[in-house]
């Protein structure tokens, strides 16, 4: 089955800078991948997403990249403010089967002012 | 539009007892699924439906059951709780054609001792 690892499991940053968080992933047959923010006692929420037919996306300071040969996508958050500081997780999903995602290990981002 | 909701929000079981979390989605989403979050795990597919009447084991089945009568509900019952089962339990819902967003509950905490 599908198997996703996520580096690195933290991140501190200062504000304005630029942070990247990595995933790889194991099934190639996998074409949806998402990323969810979740802040502290809530419910994880969609940022973004990119399908496998596509090699990045961007939506204003978020912007994905995925490189379907080596199986990595990451998540790169420009400028970055202390409301982006949160858990961030990565998601595979392979076929029509989007209730299926598999989830990597998090991220616990903390941007410092 | 209340979109995925869940009970209880909190829960509190004797090892050896049973319960069923209940989990409801009124966007007419065919696929549902059943995640557990611990510290430093990330999100673990329990369980996940297709539609009403197919449902399928994620990455960490054992020790709970699920069925599909209705599009709208996905309830996860345990059968007899163990310690090992303390987490918090998020259901999640997503259309059968793209975008293929989750769209995720509040979340039950759920504590056995």
């Known amino acids: 089955g599908e198997n996703v690892e996520q580096h690195p499991s933290t991140l501190s940053v200062q504000e304005g800078d630029s942070a990247v968080i990595k995933c790889t992933y194991s099934?190639?047959?996998?074409?949806?991948f998402p990323w969810y923010k979740q802040e502290l006692g809530k419910r994880p929420q969609l940022i973004i997403d990119?399908?496998?037919?596509?090699g990045e996306k961007k939506d204003q300071r978020i912007a994905v990249t995925l490189n379907k040969t080596a199986k990595h996508f990451s998540l790169h958050i420009t400028e970055t403010q202390p409301e982006d500081s949160a858990v961030y997780f990565c998601a595979a999903s392979s076929g029509n089967q989007g209730g299926k995602l598999i989830f990597g290990q998090g991220t616990e981002l903390s941007v410092k002012p | 539009n209340a979109g995925v909701t869940q009970t209880p929000k909190f829960q509190v079981l004797k090892t050896g007892q049973s319960m069923t979390l209940q989990c409801a989605q009124d966007?007419?989403?065919?696929?549902m699924s059943w995640y557990r979050q611990d510290p430093g795990m990330g999100l673990r597919l329990i369980h996940y439906s297709v539609g009403a009447g197919i449902t399928d084991q994620g990455e960490v089945p054992n020790g709970y059951n699920v069925s599909r009568s209705t599009t709208e509900d996905f309830p996860l019952r345990l059968l007899s709780a163990a310690p090992s089962q303390t987490s918090v339990y998020f259901c999640?819902?997503?259309?059968?054609?793209?975008?293929?967003?989750?769209?995720f509950g509040p979340g039950t905490r759920l504590t056995v001792t």
């Open positions: 990119i399908r496998s037919n596509v």
């Open positions: 099934d190639s047959a996998s074409n949806y």
């Open positions: 966007m007419n989403h065919e696929y």
């Open positions: 999640a819902s997503s259309p059968s054609q793209g975008p293929y967003e989750q769209y």
